[in-house]
């Protein structure tokens, strides 16, 4: 089968200065391609050119980057507009168009050309903060109910599907999360006298908020432990400079930004990882870490806090606290054990497997 995926985002920008990558084969849309790829599929994968990798790279399947236009109003980094999408899908040499989020002109092409061909897989969750949620709400309330309403669509958490639900009649009872490449990401049962953090260093992340949790915990718990902060961002020095404030630089070590093959052997080593947002979807590191046994502590803002409550893969509450890491240390081989248990319904393979089984029933009816 001939499968077309668009997906205009890459990787997360939280500016319309969208800084290039060196690659995509670290993000989330390449490793489902990839899984289309190994189960016999034709696929090609399509990203908006603010996103294409800085150096060449090789891919074994067909990556395409369309231009992005009238970018002062259609921002690549929030809501870009490919008009390539039309001439493609209606080529009618795909047989299934995937695209990413029913709040986007581009899905609404696609559909609107091919429309028995075409799923969105949706992940927001409540309507789209840009302008005061002027644009998402009259897009939900007014364009998909005229021109989308029977669109297939599959969301990523049931938050999600329990959103889109009330704007898109046709969407799929089944849910279909962010997933990984198994056999990148290799699982590990012993775990050292760490904590990680995998994230872009920027206010809504809260890492303030971790350096002053980890630091009761070294108090109170375990002064030997580490925490390993991966990302970089504008506050990465005030961050430095806070652990000083709170006389934890000896224990707090700063990475900088990592690729899968210098990440995972660390993330893979934690008691846990940590994460304080104010404000996330589905979490990519949130799943490569319970793909490589380490379990959560979490805010419950982000989607995954639901599926790591209900199958005990961590901790998740907004108020999470010293006690909290402690506990999760003293009973870290049963929660190791469950993020093992749960690692193979993350398995990229199973998704890919999933989005042809509701394409066909889907296109059969």
């Known amino acids: 089968m ?61 990556v395409q980057w369309w231009k992005c236009v009238c970018q002062k109003i259609f921002l690549p980094h929030r809501i870009p507009f490919m008009p390539e999408t039309r001439r493609a899908v209606g080529t009618g040499e795909y047989d299934m168009i995937l695209t990413s989020e029913v709040f986007s002109i ?5 559909y609107r050309v091919a429309p028995r061909k075409t799923l969105i897989w949706h992940e927001l969750a409540k309507h789209n903060a840009m302008m005061r949620r002027i644009p998402s709400r009259f897009w939900y309330r007014v364009v998909v ?98 652990s000083r404030e709170l006389m934890i630089e000896g224990q707090v070590f700063f990475t900088g930004k990592m690729n899968h ?28 870490a319970i793909a490589v046994g380490t379990p959560i502590v979490t805010t419950e803002v982000p989607l995954n806090a639901a599926y790591i409550r209900e199958y005990r893969l961590g901790i998740a509450r907004n108020a999470w606290d010293e006690n909290d890491l402690e506990e999760i240390v003293k009973n870290n081989a049963e929660y190791v054990k469950n993020c093992l248990n749960y690692r193979e ?9 999933q989005f042809i089984e509701i394409y066909r029933e889907f296109a059969e009816k």
Not at 345 to 353: C, I, N, W
Request: aromatic share 8%; with cysteine; charged share 25%.
């Open 2 to 62: 001939k499968i077309l995926v668009i997906n205009p985002i890459m990787y997360t920008s939280e500016t319309w200065q969208i800084k290039r990558a060196n690659s995509i084969k670290d993000t989330m849309m390449y490793d489902l391609c990839l899984a289309f790829h190994e189960l016999g599929h034709q696929v090609t994968l399509v990203g908006g050119e603010p996103y294409k990798p800085v150096c060449g790279e090789a891919y074994p399947f067909e």
């Open 106 to 110: 581009n899905s609404l092409l696609a």
């Open 145 to 242: 109910r005229l021109l989308m309403r029977d669109v297939k669509v599959v969301a990523r958490s049931e938050q999600a599907r329990r959103f889109i639900g009330k704007y898109c009649r046709n969407t799929d009872a089944r849910i279909i999360d962010h997933g990984v490449n198994l056999c990148k990401f290799q699982a590990k049962k012993e775990k050292e006298n760490y904590f990680v953090v995998c994230s872009q260093l920027i206010a809504r992340k809260q890492i303030h908020g971790i350096l002053e949790k980890f630091c009761s915990y070294l108090k109170h718990y375990n002064p030997r432990c580490r925490l390993y902060v991966i990302g970089s961002g504008e506050l990465e020095e005030s961050l430095k400079n806070f």
């Open 261 to 288: 093959s210098e990440l995972l052997p660390v993330l893979s080593g934690a008691k846990a990882l940590l994460v304080n947002t104010s404000k996330d979807n589905n979490m990519i590191s949130i799943v490569e």
């Open 345 to 353: 319904m993350l398995s990229t393979r199973k998704k890919a497997g």
